[in-house]
């Protein structure tokens, strides 16, 4: 730090102010009379507030000094993730609002501190590891008032303030700048992909076996052919297999409402395609030396992380029906978002016996009806993440699928030899896909890298000249 600079507490610049209290029934989503908006914790990003889903709550509740100004601090106060407790960002502009009782707001007294200097150090590294040490919690992170009040920061006089403001506005914009065009590339991506699956699940991205077997004079066998094939060798296992009463047909669904196919296509549900029942996998607690069994965590990609597991309470022997295989489906039963909610992955070669736990739903689909990489490929596309969704239910905040949801899901199915030039179409465009998003992802990251240090410097008194460099 520069010599010209000293440490001083927030408290000794800046007012510390505890957020509005209120009642839950007595909070809006919609503003009117004798209502004002109230910020919160999710209101709060890095360096910057959205005005978005704010909730308007009694203006009665609310005294003159939790009345938001213009270069006051609002900082997250509590929250369950240690990331985003701490987190602060300046109010620009004036704005009549207030905000709420799991905020702080720092109030600059401007004549001793610029509030964009003060706003850029609490989003320095420095700022951020001092505050998850002072707000660990068990299952809540909570910073107290006097944390922010004892909080030292380097600090020179006014002049200097306003020039490191000035310099760090230069570097950051142009950081920002590059930042969004690269946040611009992602989200492309992620509409190309949809958009490749898209082609894929309405057979516009390879030529169709149909076509193709028209134009050579061949014959070809499309997937209803397919489809019956493994009706009919379920039919089989089944008359083998001694058990008594009426065999159960697969239900089929009514089509009537989906899209048209490609020639040589068919809709299938999930359970017409398995060679065995879905199955639920078994919740095991932990125990050093037990037989291996999957996370949920697994579910990282469309690829199953045999490393994401955990040793269980139980024997292989009592393991043996839960085994994991080689081209194995495994899917989500539940999670807090539904987007999370029947992700599926595929298990690739099983080195050591693993096993999956209750979190997940097997599904074992018959490899000549479809291919198992195709299968996960598929899965991820619109038309069946809506079916997902739709078929989602709640419970205290969880959304859940079971086996009958998902042995309904439509899937197209088209014939065997198409769905091989498919699935190599669909690797080569998405492998081109992962490649630029893994540069964009490590651009993203160095821009992060070169913020830090940038505030980092500012803050040692590297960016602008001092009183005593200029003498």
Known sequence: MSEQWSMKPIGEMCETIRGVTYRGDSARSTPGEGMIPLLRATNVKEGSLNFEGLVYVPERNVSTTQLLQAGDLVVVASSGSKAVVGKAAILPQAWRG??????????????????????????????????????????????????????????????????????????LSRLDSATETLERVRLNLKRYRASVLKAAVAGRLVPTEAALARADGRPYEPASALLEGILEERRVRWKASGKKGKYREPAARDTANLPELPEGWCWATVEQLLTEELSNGRSVPDRAGGFPVLRLTALAGPILKLSESKAGAWTAQEAEPFLVREGDFLVSRGNGSIKRVGLGAIAPVIKQPIAYPDTLIRIRVAPNAMLPRLLTLIWNSYSVRIQIERAAKTTAGIFKINQGDLSKIVLPVAPLREQTRLLESLERLLTIADATEASVEADLARLKGLRSSILRSAFRGELVPNEATLA
């Not at 509030?115 to 505050?131: D, K, N, T, V």
């Not at 009040?149 to 303030?161: D, I, Y």
Request: proline share 5%.
């Open 98 to 171: 207030t905000f709420g009782a799991f905020c702080l707001v720092v109030r600059p007294n401007q004549s001793k501190i610029n509030p964009e200097f003060l706003s850029y150090y609490l989003q320095s590294s420095e700022y951020r590891g001092r505050i998850s040490a002072l707000a660990a919690g068990v299952n809540i992170n909570n910073l107290r008032h006097q944390h922010i009040a004892e909080l030292t920061l380097p600090v020179p006089n006014r002049e200097q303030q306003d020039q490191t403001v000035a310099v760090l506005d230069s570097h």
